[in-house]
Every structure is written in C-alpha cells, then in structure tokens.
C-alpha cells in the first residue's frame, strides 16, 4: 500500500481555489484551516512534508500568499488543513485575524521535498525507526507523516522530540491524545525550556489529560 500511494517529489505545482469549512484554535496567535476543494480540478496530490502556498489579499498586496507545510495525512482524501502561527511578518497576523468559515482562498501545491529520503528509506525497507525534532510550528509537517503512517498502516517506530517555550505553546494539545492512541508505535519526548522547575505531572495534565494511559510512551526533559 505504501509505495502505491506515494508521489514524485518533483511534480507540477497547480492553483485550486477552496473553502475554509472549519477553524480550530491551537494555541494563542496559532490556528489550524480545513479547506475543501471547490474547484473544478482535482486536489493536487502531495506526501508527507511538502508544502503548499495560500493566496490572500492583504493591505499590503493583492494575492499575497506565504508558503506553509500541509498539516492533514495525503491520504484524507475529503479535506486540506494548513496551520498558520504568527511569527512576525504581516500575511499571518492578518489573515489569523480576517479569514473566516466560508471564504474561499487559492490554493496552489505541492511544494518541496522535506521529507523525502526517509520516505524512500521507509518503502526501500531501510530504516524501522525514524526520530524527529521539532519546535513551535516545526511541528507541522511531523503531524502530517504521523497521521499518514495511520493511514497507511505503517510499521515503523517514531519518536518524535518537541522544543517549546512553555506548555502554552505546544500546538496540536487536542490531537496528540489521538495520534497516540490511533499509533502505538509513537513516542513523544517534550522540553519546555522555561519549565524545568515544574513537576512532570503538572505540566502534562494540562498538555495530555490522559497521560497516564500513555506515560510508557510520553516523557518530558
């Protein structure tokens, strides 16, 4: 199924325009869009850590757009999520601020190819083991490959290490509960740099509210 399912890296980047259907709050000055395609064209295929550009106008510039890494597993064939934190800039903050359910964006992708090679070692039958690291919103395109490893049955084990500021600041707290229990093969290492004082217990109540069912699988630095 794997190798079926994946796609060149070099591919014909192409614009589609879709509409934000939901808006999930991750975290202050964070929100993940899921868009559907409206378009009379298919949704461009893409795999894991590829990146697509979003088209918006600003008070700056009409058609303005920033490119952001795919959130949602290729294989959710039904809906398109990019999540968008404001890290300086003017795109972000003020389409974190203007983009509503309803609108409709252009779209256009896939771009890069950032996780190519352990994709090739993965169906190559190289590597059972892949760790990660990531910080803020670096999380991104980690999420997108940790929901297509589910979608794809794969049988490889995963840790991924995840650097924050404070618990305030790790993105995606509503759905590290279900990637853990949707693959059993996931392990996530935490460090919050401005919380080394603070009891375990404490800051993981409030990122994992069932950490004790996954505490074999969850640690924090």
């Known amino acids: 199924m794997y190798g079926e399912t994946l796609m060149p890296d070099r591919q014909t980047p192409y614009q589609l325009k879709m509409k934000v259907i939901e808006i999930f709050d991750e975290i202050e000055g964070a929100k993940t869009f899921r868009f559907v395609n409206i378009d009379d064209k298919p949704l461009f295929k893409y795999n894991p850590g590829q990146a697509a550009k979003l088209y918006y106008d600003t008070p700056l510039k009409k058609n303005d757009f920033r490119l952001y890494s795919i959130a949602s597993s290729p294989l959710r064939y039904e809906y398109f999520e990019l999540t968008i934190k404001s890290e300086g800039g003017r795109f972000a903050p003020y389409f974190l601020s203007q983009a509503n359910v309803g609108d409709i964006c252009i779209v256009e992708g896939p771009f890069g190819r950032f996780l190519s090679k352990p ?8 590597v059972n083991i892949l760790v990660f690291l990531a910080s803020s919103s670096g999380i991104v395109p980690f999420r997108c490959f940790i929901e297509y490893a589910i979608d794809a049955n794969l049988d490889i084990e995963i840790y991924l290490f995840y650097v924050n500021r404070t618990r305030d600041d790790v993105i995606y707290r509503r759905l590290i ?3 853990l229990s949707s693959y059993r093969k996931l392990n996530l290492i935490f460090n919050l740099t401005r919380e080394h004082q603070v009891m375990e217990n404490e800051i993981a109540a409030q990122i994992l509210s069932n950490y004790e069912n996954y505490r074999d699988r969850v640690s924090f630095l």
């Open 119 to 126: 994709l090739e070692m993965i169906e190559k039958g190289l």
């Open 177 to 179: 509960p279900v990637l």
